[in-house]
């Protein structure tokens, strides 16, 4: 006959044992990320650089991933991952057995083409990037056509000549992009002043405020920002200063700060999906997918408030320029990488 006190002592095991199971981070959320899961076996992974509340580029891809979630039925998980943490963290949900796994920036390619070899069940894709391999492919989000067009705004609006550009983190797509907003704002008035400064980290707001303000120091009456989570700090700055602002990587438009003209948006969802969806199928090719605003994944959002202030002909021009990218006839420049 068992002992009371042995069948208490297994009954107690057991319930703590459940507790633990339930409140440690899994394997594939070793940080204690956020997770998402529901009952179907598609499993869906999203690595971003920065916090997905950003109102910026790390929310696109986390709203992105919330598609993907909604119209494949999947289990979807994202985490923060930068630096030396990538490589683990891709590795950690390949082995958890993802289907697929998104690193949402141009610091994931080179990391990702070295893991992909060692687990070719699990399907990956970069954003930004061009090495590729059979279950590694790139998104080139063709954002340039949208900064493209916000120079152009900029240049026909402003009223000392001098326009300007701050970036966090100088790698190749931010560089492209101001490269784009340069041409826009060039093929709109060849006399404009483009100034151009990076802090070197896209989190740290107040460094953003700072390059701003040296900006407007110089008279420039409209900024562009590619400052990721830092946004506000040149938000705020030009609210200061009673400068423009454009949003950019998602519609920011609404931004408290009062001042954004307009946002060079990205819109992520159909080519998350449409990734997922090959995933699922079986049928992802290991490829460079180049999207734009002939599919809607690119747009250029004027901000209703402030329609009365733009010239009749500004608005014109831009939607010209903007027709003539979708058909093909203006091709925006962008950079190789």
């Given amino acids: 006959m068992k002992s009371p006190f042995l069948i208490g002592s297994i009954a107690a095991l057991v319930l703590l044992s459940g507790c633990l199971s339930n409140s440690s981070p899994s394997a594939a959320n070793p940080k204690g990320s956020s997770s998402s899961k529901q009952s179907g076996s598609f499993k869906v992974a999203l690595l971003t650089l920065g916090p997905v509340d950003d109102a910026g580029w790390n929310a696109l891809a986390y709203n992105g991933l919330q598609a993907v979630k909604t119209k494949l039925d999947a289990q979807v998980n994202n985490q923060v991952a930068s630096g030396t943490q990538i490589k683990d963290a891709l590795r950690s949900y390949a082995q958890q057995g993802y289907n697929l796994v998104i690193g949402h920036g141009y610091e994931y390619n080179a990391p990702a083409f070295d893991v992909a070899k060692n687990f070719p069940k699990t399907d990956f894709v970069t954003s930004s990037g061009s090495q ?64 151009t400064v990076y802090t070197g980290n896209g989190n740290d707001v107040a460094a953003a405020k700072r390059a701003t303000e040296s900006v407007i120091a110089q008279h420039a009456d409209f900024v562009i920002h590619q400052a990721d989570n830092a946004a506000q700090g040149v938000f705020d700055a030009c609210k200061e200063h009673h400068v423009f602002a454009f949003g950019a990587n998602a519609n920011q438009n609404d931004n408290q700060s009062g001042v954004v003209i307009a946002s060079a948006v ?72």
Avoid: C, H
């Avoid at 997918?289 to 329609?307: C, H, S, W, Y």
């Fill in 132 to 195: 590729t391999a059979p279950n590694l492919a790139t998104f080139r989000f063709y954002l340039e056509q949208g900064f493209y067009l916000a120079g152009m705004m900029a240049a026909e609006m402003s009223k000392t000549g001098v326009i300007a550009q701050v970036g966090g983190d100088k790698v190749p797509p931010i560089a492209s992009t101001f490269d784009a907003f340069e041409a826009g704002a060039k093929a709109a008035n060849p006399k404009i002043k483009v100034l």
């Fill in 266 to 337: 990205i819109n992520a969802d159909p080519a998350f999906v449409a990734v997922a969806q090959d995933v699922k199928d079986g049928t992802f090719k290991g490829s460079v997918r180049l999207v734009g605003m002939d599919t809607g994944a690119i747009e250029f959002d004027i901000n209703p408030k402030f329609q009365a202030q733009i010239p009749a002909k500004v608005v014109a021009s831009i939607q010209a320029a903007e027709a003539a990218i979708k058909s093909g006839k203006l091709v925006v420049p962008k950079l190789n990488f």
